[in-house]
């Protein structure tokens, strides 16, 4: 039988992507909320693997989402799959369960492996009645359902099921094998031949009753281990008897050792048990191949759904908003309208301490007039915190995930990149203006018109006027390629020029966003809005207490404090 290849996050199972950078995965916090998902390292891995593959083929990220939608509505369902699948998996890792077969197997190589395609004859089963037992919306899961009901009522894996359960009981009731041996006129042992397959291992007894006086037929099987109701049985010792190495010998094995029974064996019984190894290997050669990795290759996916359904759940139950994101069909390829949106990350901090209703929902589209945002407002109000919000809503949604807000309807981003400040040892060489200048040409070259750009205080490492003079131009030549962008700034007069940029663009334009707020309170609320002036550097200089104010208040308070001192 020839499946196509399921695959749980490309319909047609070819992976088209373009990758995340691992500098964008780290700036939108992913790496974080990775951590907070689960806390296996091998789980994370995986996660990020999956985030990274960005699409923006709306049927893609429709995919997704509606596999997800499904894991999240059957958790028993995927409760049970997992326990399958992880099953599968582990006998494929573990067990040498390779899918191949090798005529120089030996006969418990071959029972080996005639257990493993047991327990996957199982597990396929247990995963055929799982899905059946579902009303499955997404074609995901449903084109996986239908692929393991093809496998499951394939004539092949019918005729599997039959030689399998034939060889079974040729095989699984063996316990024990009765040997003959022929002793000369000295008694030593001359000669050794197989009597009898038996369902019973041999219990001690005393003494050997009598010497064996008639050899059964070769592929006869005893129900027990008597011969006559006169055989009896009685160990012998490797190493003390001169017996054991004589049939040992004949054998062909030079090494008594204990541990080295199995090997033993395994040449004692490949030359003795003829039929079953032939039957074995007849079986064995009809099904060199099984489609045991196709399915296994499934089992990141579904962790990944499942991990962050399980964490979804929780966070809803605490009062947090998620919802699903929504494919906008035949609207403009930068359209995005949210609703009631948040932070991703503001999760493990809220559900903690301050709860659901601390946080602070935003509303905020993309469009040809609201194409890049030049976002300002007061130093620490919430800035970097609504420009990583955005970029982690496309990745979750374009990942099926849910995500946090009140809606989401978007065209999906080819890919994100992100212009966060750089760390001190990476600008040795250029300085931080000349690195900033380097690393934003890259990151405009690398973007197309369905690609996110997202920048944090870009060309603030320099003087305000060289500064506003690259950020112009920079915002200009975003517009003119049609770029979704957020460009959080100190630079206020960059916002309150956007009719002089927006003058050289006549498709997109560019719109002033302000974080909000309000006798020196934040809001963290955004609007759009022309700058309300707050100065970034007298943000700063409040930070540290080094306004005129404050610092002759301070110099005042120890003027009167040393007065007072002398006087006394």
């Known amino acids: 039988?020839?499946?196509?290849?399921?695959?749980?996050?490309?319909?047609?199972?070819?992976?088209?992507?373009?990758?995340?950078?691992?500098?964008?995965?780290?700036?939108?916090?992913?790496?974080?909320?990775?951590?907070?998902?689960?806390?296996?390292?091998?789980?994370?891995?995986?996660?990020?693997?999956?985030?990274?593959?960005?699409?923006?083929?709306?049927?893609?990220?429709?995919?997704?989402?509606?596999?997800?939608?499904?894991?999240?509505?059957?958790?028993?369902?995927?409760?049970?799959?997992?326990?399958?699948?992880?099953?599968?998996?582990?006998?494929?890792?573990?067990?040498?369960?390779?899918?191949?077969?090798?005529?120089?197997?030996?006969?418990?190589?071959?029972?080996?492996?005639?257990?493993?395609?047991?327990?996957?004859?199982?597990?396929?089963?247990?995963?055929?009645?799982c899905l059946s037992d579902c009303k499955l919306k997404s074609e995901g899961m449903n084109r996986l359902k239908n692929y393991i009901n093809e496998l499951y009522n394939d004539n092949g894996f019918a005729e599997l099921k039959k030689d399998i359960a034939s060889l079974k009981a040729s095989t699984q009731d063996l316990k024990s094998i009765t040997l003959g041996v022929n002793l000369n006129e000295k008694f030593e042992a001359n000669g050794i031949g197989l009597i009898s397959f038996n369902k019973k291992q041999f219990t001690r007894s005393n003494a050997i009753g009598q010497f064996v006086t008639k050899i059964a037929a070769k592929d006869s099987m005893n129900k027990n281990t008597d011969w006559d109701d006169q055989l009896k049985y009685t160990p012998i010792e490797a190493g003390k008897t001169d017996v054991f190495e004589k049939i040992l010998s004949i054998a062909g094995v030079n090494d008594p050792r204990v541990e080295n029974s199995t090997f033993h064996m395994d040449k004692i019984a490949n030359s003795m048990l003829g039929s079953i190894v032939y039957k074995l290997k007849t079986v064995l050669k009809k099904y060199v191949y099984l489609p045991v990795t196709d399915i296994t290759d499934l089992i990141p996916q579904f962790i990944f759904f499942i991990r962050f359904a399980e964490y979804i759940k929780a966070m809803q139950k605490k009062g947090f908003t998620f919802c699903k994101a929504k494919t906008a069909e035949g609207k403009s390829k930068w359209h995005m309208k949210a609703t009631g949106i948040y932070n991703f990350k503001l999760l493990s901090a809220f559900a903690g301490t301050q709860g659901a209703d601390q946080i602070v929902k935003n509303?905020?589209?993309?469009?040809?007039?609201?194409?890049?945002?030049?976002?300002?407002?007061?130093?620490?109000?919430?800035?970097?915190?609504?420009?990583?919000?955005?970029?982690?809503?496309?990745?979750?949604?374009?990942a099926g995930i849910y995500v946090p807000g009140e809606s989401f309807e978007f065209n999906p981003v080819d890919s994100i990149y992100t212009h966060f400040p750089a760390d001190e040892d990476k600008t040795l060489d250029l300085g931080r203006l000349g690195e900033e200048c380097k690393r934003f040409k890259e990151l405009y070259t690398a973007c197309t018109d369905t690609s996110l750009l997202l920048l944090n205080e870009t060309y603030s490492t320099t003087s305000f006027e060289e500064g506003y003079y690259i950020a112009k131009d920079s915002v200009r030549a975003i517009l003119k390629k049609g770029i979704r962008t957020i460009y959080n700034t100190h630079m206020h007069k960059l916002a309150y020029d956007i009719d002089e940029i927006n003058s050289s663009s006549k498709e997109c334009k560019a719109a002033s966003l302000v974080v909000k707020s309000k006798n020196g309170e934040r809001s963290f609320k955004v609007e759009l809005a022309p700058p309300e002036g707050i100065s970034f550097a007298k943000d700063i200089a409040e930070k540290y207490g080094v306004t005129y104010e404050m610092l002759t208040e301070a110099e005042d308070s120890l003027s009167t404090a040393s007065s007072s001192q002398t006087g006394s």
């Open 1 to 129: 039988m020839e499946n196509e290849k399921i695959n749980l996050l490309f319909p047609n199972g070819e992976e088209e992507f373009k990758e995340l950078s691992a500098v964008s995965f780290h700036d939108l916090g992913i790496d974080f909320i990775c951590e907070k998902i689960t806390d296996k390292s091998e789980e994370r891995a995986q996660f990020a693997q999956i985030f990274q593959k960005m699409s923006d083929n709306p049927a893609v990220t429709a995919y997704r989402g509606d596999i997800f939608q499904d894991i999240y509505e059957n958790p028993e369902m995927c409760s049970k799959l997992m326990t399958q699948l992880e099953h599968i998996n582990y006998e494929k890792q573990y067990s040498g369960f390779s899918g191949h077969y090798e005529d120089s197997d030996s006969a418990w190589e071959l029972l080996h492996r005639l257990e493993e395609i047991h327990d996957y004859i199982v597990s396929i089963e247990a995963i055929y009645k």
């Open 363 to 398: 509303d905020l589209n993309f469009n040809a007039e609201h194409l890049a945002y030049i976002l300002t407002g007061a130093n620490r109000g919430g800035k970097t915190t609504i420009t990583q919000a955005v970029g982690l809503l496309f990745v979750l949604a374009q």
